[in-house]
């Protein structure tokens, strides 16, 4: 296990470098610097911008700049926003990660709170009206993209209804008092990834019923949530929880367009704002974060799969 760790986190420092390396070029590549690009609606001479390069150190060599970056990254430090003055990446981001993963969190457990029970209803009731029902239902939200999905509910709820107001996210995440401003926002995000759930969930469940040792147990007279959740589930696990790492990753990454849909002041909509900025400190940031997210929910994934299934081991 150590041995595989060790691995693991070694591949993961080499997949950020070139995460890294990769973003960097990408960012220099695009044209229009971050002064530039914001000197025509400030009304900023060129003496201004180019003395603006100048203390930020974007004039230096490309390598110069990648190498420095990457010296600020090892110390954990991004620099200074180029579109807020004086305020620094890392403290821009830690207000913005919040919200985030709030959604985030109220969205996961929408998936797995009705994705799965959904989706062991189907299986046990195959080929009923419960299992057509629920075919249907994932059926449709699936084939829905969830930004669609979040205008359908904002003209329902906030301008047929007006039971919300449409800009939800406002002050989302600063109390408890705000986190009913997230539940819209949560079921847009998530409804795909529980509808997907569900499928996956209904199909191992129904492999699963159909071993010999589910028979064994219905014919030794088990209750039936000892037979559908001890011995059931417990088994369709190892396909579900594949699916789980993922989803909690892309609810935490994906919700760019849902944040700038409802204006949620997350980490999502803050990033779609410094790439019109060239806040390259910003992107650079988020970037990783995301990157950073998506490697450690796998990880944590492959370390449960013995816990689920005592025949899978980690090498």
């Known amino acids: 296990m150590t041995t595989y760790l060790i691995r693991r986190v070694l591949w993961t420092v080499v997949t950020l470098f070139f995460i890294s390396l990769i973003t960097f ?3 220099h590549t695009v044209p229009g610097g971050p002064f530039e690009v914001r000197a025509g609606d400030r009304g900023a001479s060129e003496s201004f911008i180019r003395a603006a390069e100048s203390y930020y150190g974007l004039n230096d060599p490309i390598p110069e700049q990648f190498v420095r970056m990457l010296g600020n990254l090892l110390q954990g430090d991004l620099g200074l926003s180029f ?20 959604l985030g969190a ?12 959904l989706g062991i209803l189907a299986a046990v009731r195959r080929n009923t009206v419960w299992d057509y029902s629920a075919l249907g239902l994932t059926t449709l939200l699936a084939a829905i993209p969830h930004f669609v999905l979040a205008f359908i509910m904002l003209l329902v709820f906030a301008v047929g209804l007006g039971v919300v107001d449409v800009r939800l996210g406002k002050g989302f995440g600063d109390s408890l008092a705000s986190l009913p401003n997230g539940i819209l926002p949560a079921v847009a995000l998530g409804a795909p ?11 191992a469940m129904v492999e699963i019923l159909d071993q010999d040792y589910m028979r064994t147990a219905r ?12 011995h059931g589930l417990r088994n369709a696990m190892i396909p579900v929880l594949t699916l789980l790492g993922p989803i909690f990753a892309g609810l935490i990454t994906g919700s760019i367009i849902i944040e700038s849909i409802f204006g949620l002041p997350g980490i999502g909509a803050a990033f ?3 790439i019109h900025q060239r806040d390259y400190g910003m992107i650079m ?3 990783l974060f995301y990157a950073v997210i998506i490697m450690t929910v796998n990880l944590i994934v492959d370390l449960i799969y ?10």
């Open 25 to 27: 070029v990408l960012m």
């Open 83 to 102: 579109s807020q003055r004086g305020q620094r990446v890392t403290d821009l981001m830690l207000d913005k990660i919040k919200p985030s993963f709030i």
């Open 106 to 117: 109220m969205s996961f457990a929408m998936v797995v709170g009705l994705g799965v029970p």
């Open 193 to 203: 990834s529980m509808a997907l759930l569900s499928r996956i969930t209904r199909g």
């Open 219 to 230: 014919a030794k007279g088990l209750s039936s949530s000892a037979i559908y959740i001890r």
């Open 272 to 274: 779609v704002t410094s």
């Open 285 to 287: 940031g988020t970037t």
């Open 306 to 315: 013995p816990l689920v299934d005592p025949r899978v081991r980690v090498t």
